[in-house]
């Protein structure tokens, strides 16, 4: 036997490293779970008010991350790969890591946050409040700032 069971609980005298990194995955996906729906909620509820019609989102998981439901998503993508590290049988598992980095890649580059943040620039890009956000608030990862390149009109 090699040690590595896809049944859970682990087995005695089953290595328990496979179980500490195998939870530290499912714990990684289901804190991405959360922080994503948090943030649609947050934001849904933000839309579904009269007044926030044609604002931008400022408030909660926003003020630390102008992207933080891609945050979540990315993590729990990592999450389930991190989750199944332990039960790979074969070295070519290891290429399932393509997967959440390439939907982090699209997200990050192609898709998501690029197109967002060109619709952003133009509904709101004459809003010094608005350059200011993107100025200070982190694009994905909450809480490393802005990217300050982006001018007032």
Not at 17 to 44: C, H, M, N, P
Not at 105 to 122: N, R, Y
Not at 136 to 141: G, H
Request: charge should be positive.
């Amino acid at each position: 036997s090699s040690g590595i069971n896809a049944e859970w609980p682990l087995r005695p005298g089953e290595n328990p490293r496979f179980a500490l990194v195998s939870l530290a995955g499912w714990a990684l996906y289901a804190f991405g779970l959360i922080f994503e729906t948090v943030a649609d909620y947050q934001k849904t509820m933000f839309r579904s008010k009269e007044e926030n019609k044609e604002k931008f989102i400022t408030t909660g998981l926003w003020s630390i991350s102008r992207h933080p439901n891609y945050f979540g998503e990315i993590l729990l993508w990592y999450g389930l790969f991190i989750a199944a590290v332990p039960y790979f049988t074969s070295p070519f598992n290891y290429l399932s890591i393509l997967c959440p980095t390439l939907t982090a890649l699209l997200i990050i580059k192609i898709s998501g946050v690029p197109m967002l943040e060109k619709s952003g620039l133009k509904k709101w890009g004459d809003d010094p409040k608005y350059i200011e956000y993107l100025n200070t608030t982190s694009s994905i990862i909450p809480c490393l700032g802005g990217d300050n390149k982006h001018k007032t009109a």
